[in-house]
């Protein structure tokens, strides 16, 4: 499915916008789950053999980010992060 198609446009968009809105009455915490949800299942729709990828990337950056917010040196995790990432040949 591609940014351009009908299906997005019309389908998937929505409905991530929709689930936005209502999760985000349940709190800031909902609002950025949906979207996380929405994400892996719109990369998994494209391409589901990256997914686990995807996953696992996601997961180590939210475990970094939680790290530098607890630490006074930052800059080599930060610098970590970025050298960690999956960079795509495509």
Known sequence: MSFHSLVFLLGFLPLALGGYAVAGRRGAAWARGWLLAMSLLFY???A????????????GNLGLLHAIARSRRRGWMAAAGLAGTPVSRA
């Open 44 to 46: 998994g729709l494209a």
């Open 48 to 59: 589901p053999r990256f997914l686990p990828l995807l996953v696992v990337s996601t997961a």
